[in-house]
């Protein structure tokens, strides 16, 4: 046994033997004959005599050794999560599946930046509070396709509403976090700023606008040259 893992052992056998406790269980590794070392669910029973006094004690040792390993490797791969989390240079918002009108489980400090609003109330907020009136039915449509199975990832083009009440566009990457299962969990979503191309595009827009309104109202002024 590993001296840490004896930690309140004594205690626990001290309570078997005064009779106080009938067993106990713990988490424990037991280093094997070649210098390595499992994981074990360790339960421990005192077996009484004919009086009913503690007189032999039975342990019960079950090979949990996977299943501390998958949680070792869940445990790094949450740590290299977080760091591209925080310091992406998109923004990044995890939300609860089921609901878009759940607030926000986790924002990244860009989307902060995107929306204008502080990390706290964003958590009180939900992914529909960001979506303009006549983008509800589409992003609930594409919110029901992916509850369904019928994608796991969309794409498109969105105009988050911020908190001083302007439009800002970006690219809408959406994906699902599925739980142990496999059912819909969680979805995250990546905000990728476009919003200077759209202002760009609209403008060129508002131009051509203007140069056709004056061809049309005066072709005799304008020449083609070749």
């Not at 140069?211 to 040259?225: K, Q, S």
């Amino acid at each position: 046994t590993e001296p840490e893992d004896n930690v309140g052992a004594d205690f626990s056998n001290e309570l078997l033997r005064s009779g106080s406790q009938r067993n106990y269980s713990r988490e424990k590794r037991i280093r094997r004959k070649d210098g390595g070392h499992i994981w074990v669910d360790l339960t421990v029973a005192a077996l009484p005599d004919r009086t009913g006094r503690p007189s032999r004690v039975i342990a019960i040792y079950q090979d949990i050794s996977a299943r501390k390993a998958a949680e070792q490797r869940a445990r790094r791969g949450e740590v290299q999560f977080k760091a591209v989390f925080d310091h992406a240079g998109v923004g990044i918002s995890v939300r609860p599946a089921h609901d878009r009108r759940l607030p926000y489980l986790a924002v990244n400090d860009r989307f902060c930046e995107l929306t204008g609003y502080t990390r706290e109330e964003l958590m009180r907020l939900s992914t529909a509070d960001l979506t303009r009136d006549e983008d509800q039915a589409v992003a609930a449509r594409d919110n029901g396709s992916l509850l369904s199975g019928e994608v796991t990832t969309y794409g498109r083009e969105k105009a988050l509403v911020c908190k001083d009440g302007s439009l800002r566009w970006v690219a809408l990457s959406v994906a699902i976090l599925p739980d142990e299962t496999g059912q819909p969990q969680r979805i995250m979503s990546t905000y990728q700023d476009i919003h200077a191309r759209k202002v760009a595009e609209a403008r060129l827009r508002e131009s051509e606008g203007r140069l056709r309104a004056v061809i049309a109202a005066e072709p005799e002024c304008v020449a083609t040259v070749s």
